[in-house]
């Protein structure tokens, strides 16, 4: 009985291996569809395409480091909305911080704002205004910004996130219900991080885990654009600003809050915050830690 056992399952195993090894073979010589469709739908970018503009929604990527050599040129211009860039590790590169231009852009030099845009993975510098995406529900993420009179802005409901931004004029602005995640930012001549107002409807950014030092202004909420509404609501929470003119400036908001951030080292550790006229508001369960 044991051999007929054996004489049985033998030959069932040994047709098994022989499917598995066909298999295997026909995997390894059939092109992969996603693969082969990924490829062909990415649009590459090089330098021969400076200054380029993208008027059709896809991703794109940087296949060389890309460089603008004259003033009131950017280097990608979006002009379409579902636009996806990826920078590869590679860097935009201009011809000064004071000299107008920009890096990427969705707004200038073309008509109207574009949404949905992302930006990501790799470096922008030396330029006028590194990236700057009006519109709405645009994002930037993992990107480096040096040395450029804007860092990084996005408009409406957008997200700058693990960026790191340094030797500006201001790091990081945006508007309405946007979001400032997991930054660093260093080093810039004016304000580090900046929730403008820009809408009719001004406030709701969410400020989080971001790193600021030394800087005139580590975060700053500055009043409405449109009459000068006041900008309200806004949410500056578990970030650490250190050897800043002033840590946080609220002075020019209302109801806005602020909580567990840690202030060390700044002249003036915050302002306005606890002004109930202007309605700025302290949690004492959730105070922030400041230290000289």
């Given amino acids: 009985m044991k051999s007929k056992k054996c004489f049985i399952r033998f030959p069932g195993a040994l047709c098994l291996t022989l499917v598995c090894l066909v298999l295997s073979v026909w995997l390894l010589f059939t092109p992969n569809s996603f693969a082969g469709e990924a490829k062909k739908d990415v649009v590459e970018i090089s330098q021969k395409d400076v200054p380029l503009v993208i008027t059709s929604p896809g991703s794109y990527r940087l296949i ?42 969705n707004k200038f ?17 030396n330029i006028g205004f590194g990236i700057h995406l009006a519109g709405n529900n645009n994002r930037v993420e993992n990107v480096r910004v040096f040395e450029t009179g804007g860092g990084i802005y996005v408009g409406s409901s957008g997200v700058i996130s693990q960026c790191q931004v340094a030797f500006c004029t201001v790091g990081v602005d945006t508007i309405d219900g946007s979001m400032i995640l997991n930054n660093t930012i260093y080093s810039n001549d004016f304000i580090g991080i900046v929730s403008s107002a820009g809408g009719p409807n001004p406030g709701g950014v969410t400020v989080m885990g971001n790193n600021v030092r030394l800087t005139l202004t580590g975060i700053k909420v500055n009043k409405g654009q449109f009459n000068e509404q006041v900008n309200r609501g806004n949410r500056i929470e578990g970030n650490t600003i250190t050897q800043c003119g002033t840590g946080i400036d609220l002075s020019e908001g209302y ?3 602020f909580a567990k951030n840690l202030l060390q080292g700044n002249g003036m550790p915050f302002l306005g915050a606890e002004n109930n006229i202007d309605g700025g508001f302290i949690d004492p369960a959730l105070s922030n830690i400041i230290l000289p």
């Fill in 64 to 105: 060389s480091n890309l460089t603008v050599s004259s003033q009131n040129v950017t280097a990608i211009s979006i002009g379409a909305h579902n636009v996806t860039i990826d920078l590869n590790g590679f860097t935009i590169s201009g011809p000064g911080k004071g000299v107008p231009g920009f890096g990427i852009a």
């Fill in 109 to 125: 030099q073309l008509p109207g704002t574009f949404d949905n845009v992302v930006v990501g993975g790799g470096t922008v510098r």
């Fill in 255 to 257: 109801a806005n809050y």
